[in-house]
Nanobody
């Protein structure tokens, strides 16, 4: 029903910036919340940031003040502007979508992930 495609990952030096994007495509759904999770090597997957269709945002304490999430409802796209990147930000970033299907069910969808590597 929903397919998520991420882009924007890459290799940057500490202090640099990256902008991730994720677009939800398909039919038969309305997006309620989109966001980003990440998983560092040897670590559990953790929440980075989320945004609702009404614009409410949420951030992990570790990225507050450095990352900014935004969305475009018309395009079903979410962005993550990452500034002042640190080596500990390194990991695979996964796009997440919480959507309501037209049959009334809520469903979580995940992208394949995009690698972000921050060198010291």
């Amino acid at each position: 029903q929903v397919q998520l495609v991420e882009s924007g990952g890459g290799l940057v030096q500490a202090g640099g910036s990256l902008r991730l994007s994720c677009t939800a495509s398909g039919s038969g759904f309305t997006t309620r919340t989109m966001g980003w999770y990440r998983q560092a090597p040897g670590k559990q997957r953790e929440l980075v940031s989320t945004i609702t269709s009404s614009g409410s945002t949420n951030y992990a304490d570790s990225v507050k003040g450095r990352f900014t999430i935004s969305g475009d409802n018309d395009k079903n796209t979410v962005y993550l502007q990452m500034d002042s990147l640190k080596p500990e930000d390194t990991g695979v970033y996964y796009c997440n979508c919480n959507a309501r299907r037209f049959d009334g069910y809520l469903q979580q969808y995940w992208g394949q992930g995009t690698q972000v590597t921050v060198s010291s």
